[in-house]
């Protein structure tokens, strides 16, 4: 009973694996999974009013390669982990739970995945959808990096041009101006990239201490940096100042105003003259609504609104325990270990529920 005990209790650690419990006390790895597969087996918590969906790469099975997590997002705790993120088989399994238990579901979050909406809408019909603000950053984000990008090539490939090659004629002086200039360029654009993306204000500040930087050949410091490399192209500048009106928009508006705000962006963004922001139009109209109602307050004693950093958070213990053990062949077992661990409120029974295994 000891035994079953000890090892049951270090198995809630994520980062603990069947052998190395197995060697802690003695014990053969099949004796381990044995013991687990006995003791543990946890059932569907009770769907809460407020659901939050996300998915994980972390389990591949012969039809996914995804675990689909869900978690009640005010008490944060994991309602249940699914094999596949398909729509048919989150209809199937959905569809299954009673009707009066699906109508207490009042706010679902996710990422920008059509299916979710889709399934989200047929099994939940009291429900309302939010879109997390990160997800719709995060696509954004992309697109600002692709325009850097593209600048970027366009400074090497001059660099390439120009540079003296072995055996040929020295350049002319307008051509070494050229070069020394597309190198700079070049040279800020790819090393002071995460400018474009920070959102620490404070190393922006323009009284911050000025470093000599030998490439540029001037002290300057972050806010410098930042400054020059947005007066390097057009293009980069108008996609930078787009993504910070999208984040100034999550960081001041509220339920009331976030419609008409969001309206005036998405006519900045389909009226934008950069290839790769103007699409960004289409997917703010897409997922218009759901933008809108992630500034519902959920939980009027904290003022929260819903988002999915805490099931992000718990997609990196479920990926701790998938990279610990090397992956997981069993999804039952694999799904109960990862409800065990990451709900400290699961337990085990110290009767077998279960036959062993072959």
């Not at 039952?332 to 990862?338: C, L, S, T």
Request: aromatic content about 12%; hydrophobic content about 35%.
């Amino acid at each position: 009973v000891a035994t079953v005990f000890n090892v049951l209790r270090d198995l809630k650690a994520p980062n603990a694996t069947f052998t190395d419990v197995g060697k802690r006390y003695g014990i053969s790895t099949t004796s381990v999974i044995n013991i687990f597969d006995r003791h543990v087996h946890i059932s569907r918590r009770q769907l809460p009013e407020c659901l939050a969906l996300d998915e994980v790469y972390a389990f591949k099975s012969h039809d996914s390669d995804y675990v689909c997590v869900i978690m009640d997002y005010l008490d944060k705790k994991i309602v249940d982990v699914l094999p596949s993120r398909r729509k048919y088989d989150l209809l199937n399994y959905f569809m299954l739970i009673p009707l009066e238990e699906r109508k207490k579901v009042k706010y679902v979050s996710f990422d920008m995945w059509e299916t979710y909406r889709i399934v989200v809408k047929h099994v939940f019909p009291d429900a309302c959808c939010i879109t997390d603000h990160f997800h719709v950053i995060q696509e954004l984000t992309r697109r600002v990096d692709r325009v850097r990008i593209r600048v970027q090539n366009r400074f090497r490939k001059t660099i390439n041009t120009l540079k003296p090659k072995k055996n040929n004629k020295t350049i002319t002086s307008e051509e070494l101006i050229e070069l020394e200039e597309a190198s700079r360029y070049y040279y800020v654009l790819k090393k002071f990239n995460w400018l474009l993306f920070s959102t620490n204000n404070k190393i922006f500040d323009d009284n911050n201490e000025k470093k000599l930087n030998h490439v540029l050949k001037r002290y300057c410091n972050y806010s410098d940096l930042f400054t020059y490399m947005l007066s390097i192209d057009e293009e980069l500048e108008t996609a930078s100042n787009l993504k910070d009106q999208v984040v100034y928009f999550y960081d001041h508006c509220n339920h009331d105003n976030a419609k008409k705000k969001l309206e005036e962006i998405i006519i900045d963004f389909r009226s934008c003259p950069v290839e790769e922001m103007a699409p960004f139009a289409n997917t703010l109209t897409n997922w218009k609504n759901e933008i809108i109602n992630s500034f519902i307050i959920v939980d009027d004693r904290s003022k929260r609104k819903m988002n999915t950093a805490i099931v992000e958070n718990r997609n990196k213990t479920i990926k701790l325990i998938k990279h610990a053990s090397n992956g997981y062949l069993n999804w039952e077992r694999f799904r109960n270990r990862i409800l065990y661990t990451l709900n400290d409120d699961t337990t085990y029974y110290f009767t077998c529920i279960r036959k062993d295994r072959n």
